[in-house]
């Protein structure tokens, strides 16, 4: 079983829908998440963390985390074609020690249709 | 506040030369995680640093290595390299090792190993 896995997509959604992409961890210890966004080309760029159980907003990002169902989950509203994007999930498996190391899961591919 | 920086952005080599990879964090950010990105792969975790001391090490062979330096810069050394070496080659800055620690990407360095 992978420790993070993700829909490879793609998700195609039309402009001003609301996307949603969705991750599962395996590992319940996990208490720090991240979802990062990568062009193609390009380096992953951190859009939002989440560490509590809950929604968490950021402008029209909205992240959502559920330890009890080892699942996270992003919100996108009113999708821009700009949004177009490999969106990576990863997890912090904190395995008793601070650490930095991030587990990634191997990306959703979200395309925004105009 | 400039970002992470990686030098070369791109590099050619040839099976069994060695290679050298730069990073500079984000200033005042002393810990500098190393990934690898591949097609097949996805990101994974190669090490990462913080006060000069390699504290966690993924699973890659020993042909991997790197350093940190009392500036937190880093750099990263593959030696006998392999076609299968050929990916882009990611640091991440952070403020410190706390789990809770977001993490920001340089914009990598792509290998080639023909």
Known sequence: ?114 | KAGVTQTPRYLIKTRGQQVTLSCSPISGHRSVSWYQQTPGQGLQFLFEYFSETQRNKGNFPGRFSGRQFSNSRSEMNVSTLELGDSALYLCASSLGRDKYNEQFFGPGTRLTVL
């Open chain 1, 1 to 114: 079983q992978k420790e993070v896995e993700q829909n490879s997509g793609p998700l195609s959604v039309p402009e001003g829908a609301i996307a949603s992409l969705n991750c599962t961890y395996s590992d319940r210890v996990s208490q720090s998440f991240f979802w990062y966004r990568q062009y193609s080309g390009k380096s992953p760029e951190l859009i939002m963390s989440i560490y509590s159980n809950g929604d968490k907003e950021d402008g029209r990002f909205t992240a959502q985390l559920n330890k009890a169902s080892q699942y996270v989950s992003l919100l996108i509203r009113d999708s821009q074609p700009s949004d177009s994007a490999t969106y990576l999930c990863a997890v912090n498996p904190d395995y008793g020690g601070a650490t930095n190391k991030l587990i990634f899961g191997t990306g959703t591919l979200l395309a925004v249709q105009p």
